[in-house]
């Protein structure tokens, strides 16, 4: 017995290597297999029509947070009964769109201004109820943007937020381009950017830090830092086209040929970094711009959870050519009739531009900010305020000085003396109060009561906007130098 042992075991062991010899390729190729599978099925969601990524984040900046906070959820009990498809999916994008926000009421604006303008109403109304229309169809092209990002990536959806992030804006511009009104273009978009640096940053420092008042604050100042670097670039590109027209050193005729060519030049330069600064935002350092979606368990429960679209994607393209459609002609109608208001009013048109059309145009937006700063959430926050600030100073202002070159209408960029220094103060006002990357209530009040006393000294300089501008010429004319 002992020696047929070795004979069964060195015969089992055969059959054993046998075994491994049939088995382990078997096994061998179904975990390649499975291992293709699953990577195959990662390419599919990262490269198909929805991503995983994008369904799990949407591709969202802190402008679309900002702007989900006031959206609602559709009550979709009663259009589900509709047993005809087309009919169906037609009325629950309808109910999307236009009721899925708590800024819908503000929708009836837009068909009375344009009775208003039709029936020759008062100049001042079709004013005042177009501003008012502008606020709910902004929010809506946010929203619609977002739903497309869903489907095209997070990349390219990155690129559709940062160029229609503030379309009203770049809007608002082009119509008072064309008609001519280039010191309305520069106070409206001079009003954005310092309504974005000093009341809305300021607004939602000074409401968070009440509400969380017993805990300090904290924010990445990653983000802050390099805002701050592409504003003071801005700035610069603004101050020196400026001091061209006080050194006094050549005629009238050829310190204006300068400035227009440097603010031209200035302009290529801007747009140049705001390229890179969309590479950085989008590829290199996409980290430090991902909007931090923590679920907290403090959101409300009407608000809407944006994990998956709602829209699909033609409908959501359709719908964006249709709101962008409305917010030109509203903007028509504003840059029409603020004069006319101006008059109506009682009010300056560069208080009208500066201060009432930003606020109205980004009152969603704005409230937004606030809202994600009330649950301390402030890196949301600051990429509101900071981000459509910047995307104004590098992209928006180039932009129009550009197209204006291209159409033949000379738009330099260089604000006013005046306009100018209220424009330094609030990024040297706004940098200090980010720098050690900590916030209180005091902080945003001082920013806030800053936009206060801007609005203070734009509502009571009554003169007409060109009449500042004339001086400065004159001043060069007289070769009258200036040291600030």
């Not at 075994?19 to 490269?47: C, V, Y």
Request: proline share 2%; aromatic share 8%; with cysteine.
């Amino acid at each position: 017995m002992s020696s047929l042992c070795p004979l069964a075991q060195t015969k089992s062991q055969r059959n054993s290597r046998f075994a491994q010899t049939i088995i382990a390729p078997k096994e061998k190729f179904h975990l390649q297999k499975n291992k293709m599978a699953s990577s195959e099925a990662s390419e599919l969601l990262e490269n198909g029509s929805i991503k995983k990524e994008m369904v799990r984040h949407g591709g969202r900046t802190a402008h679309n947070m900002s702007s989900s906070s006031l959206r609602k959820k559709s009550d979709l009990s009663l259009v589900s009964k509709i047993r005809v498809g087309f009919l169906r999916k037609f009325l629950v994008n309808l109910q999307e769109v236009l009721l899925g926000t708590k800024l819908s009421v503000l929708f009836l604006a837009v068909p009375f201004a344009i009775v208003a303008e039709y029936c020759s109403f008062g100049r001042a109304w079709v004013f005042g109820l177009s501003l008012l229309g502008l606020a709910p169809l902004a929010e809506r092209i946010s929203f619609l943007t977002e739903q497309i990002a869903f489907y095209t990536g997070p990349t390219v959806g990155g690129l559709v937020n940062a160029t229609c992030g503030n379309a009203t804006e770049l809007i608002i511009a082009i119509f008072a381009l064309i008609q001519h009104k280039v010191d309305v273009l520069k106070c409206s978009l001079l009003g954005s950017v310092l309504s974005n640096l000093l009341l809305v940053l300021g607004s939602s420092l000074f409401c968070g830090g009440i509400v969380n008042i017993s805990k300090q604050q904290n924010f990445d100042r990653k983000q802050a830092d390099v805002n701050s670097l592409l504003l003071f670039l801005a700035l610069l590109c603004h101050v020196l086209p400026l001091m061209f027209k006080f050194t006094g050193i050549t005629s009238a005729e050829a310190t204006a040929s300068a400035t227009l060519a440097l603010s031209r030049a200035s302009c290529i330069i801007m747009l140049i970094a705001y390229i890179a600064y969309l590479v950085f935002q989008l590829w290199t350092h996409r980290r430090l711009f991902e909007a931090q979606d923590r679920e907290e368990g403090e959101d409300d429960d009407d608000v809407v959870s944006d994990e998956t679209p709602v829209v699909g994607f033609w409908s959501a393209f359709v719908w964006l050519v249709v709101m962008t459609a409305l917010v030109a002609l509203l903007s028509e109608y504003v840059v029409a009739t603020i004069e006319a208001a101006s008059d109506s009013w009682g009010l300056s048109v560069s208080f009208i531009s500066l201060i009432l059309l930003p606020i109205v145009g980004n009152a969603a937006e704005h409230a937004g900010a606030i809202i994600f700063a009330f649950k301390n959430k402030l890196d949301i926050s600051l990429g509101v305020a900071l981000g459509s600030a910047t995307q104004i100073s590098m992209f928006v202002v180039p932009l129009t000085v550009i197209a204006s070159w291209i159409i033949g209408i000379r738009m330099e960029l260089g604000f006013n003396l005046l306009e100018t220094s209220a424009l330094a103060l609030s990024i040297l006002v706004t940098t200090l109060a980010l720098q050690d990357g900590t916030s209180h209530y005091m902080k945003g009040l001082v920013l806030v009561l800053c936009y206060l006393v801007i609005g203070a000294c734009f509502f009571v300089f009554k003169a007409p906007i060109n009449s500042s501008i004339n001086l400065e010429y004159k001043s060069s004319q007289d070769h009258v130098t200036m040291r600030i």
